[in-house]
């Protein structure tokens, strides 16, 4: 298995824009997280799905953002509009069934 | 609510020494920890993974344990090289509550050639 991939690498856009991150969980896994990472507020926690259900969204900042997993092998987390305190990296991780975690290489997101 | 804790947070020594980083958690029900790595700008690579019902772990000059009972795990690093430097980072796989991963802040490693 190719492991977590996420799409695209980089994406720089402007304030206003409407961005969509992309995620293809391993294999199997039935746990999906989308986290947040920035120099202040270090690693948080988004969202996360089991069996393709949204679980807990209460890391979302604001209706802004919203995410869906339409099936097991994918899911998507937008920003609209962006503004630039989303500059962050993103993370998409999965896992099998709180067996291991395993991440994504992540999105640089750059709202100017 | 689960709670997770890393001490210290950042932690410089010269290259050759043996070191440990501290995680703690406050809720013992637990699946799992997990032991990340993270340089600069890339992404979490697992280093361990231990089980609720084993002691520890190893991987080559890494060792990790568990103490459910005390709610810590500790991860050992022997031999430090300046490759090593990096952020750890534990994560604990909860039974109960609404958020099964809590992630601690990290410990920032820098070991000096």
């Known amino acids: 298995d190719a492991g977590v991939i996420q799409s695209p690498r980089h994406e720089v856009t402007e304030m206003g824009q409407e961005v969509t991150l992309r995620c293809k969980p391993i294999s199997g896994h039935d746990y999906l997280f989308w986290y947040r990472q920035t120099m202040m507020r270090g690693l948080e926690l988004l969202i996360y799905?089991?069996?393709?259900?949204?679980?807990?969204d209460s890391g979302m900042p604001e209706d802004r953002f919203s995410a869906k997993m339409p099936n097991a092998s994918f899911s998507t987390l937008k920003i609209q509009p962006s503004e630039p305190r989303d500059s962050a990296v993103y993370f998409c991780?999965?896992?099998?069934?709180?067996?291991?975690?395993?991440f994504g290489s992540g999105t640089q997101l750059s709202v100017l | 609510k689960q709670e997770v804790t890393q001490i210290p947070a950042a932690l410089s020594v010269p290259e050759g020494e043996n070191l440990v980083l501290n995680c703690s958690f406050t809720?013992?029900?637990?699946?799992?920890l997990q032991w990340f790595r993270q340089d600069p700008g890339k992404g979490l690579t697992s280093l361990l993974l231990?089980?609720?019902?084993?002691r520890e772990q190893t991987s080559g000059r890494l060792n990790a344990s568990l103490d459910k009972s005390s709610g810590r795990s500790t991860l050992y690093i022997a031999a430090s090289q300046p490759g090593d430097s990096a952020t750890y980072l534990c994560?604990?796989?909860?039974?109960?509550?609404?958020?099964?991963?809590?992630f601690g802040k990290g410990t920032r490693l820098s070991v000096i050639a």
């Open positions: 799905f089991n069996n393709n259900v949204p679980i807990d």
């Open positions: 809720d013992s029900a637990i699946y799992n």
């Open positions: 994560a604990v796989f909860s039974r109960g509550g609404n958020t099964p991963l809590v």
């Open positions: 231990i089980q609720s019902s084993q």
């Open positions: 991780a999965s896992s099998p069934g709180g067996l291991g975690l395993f």
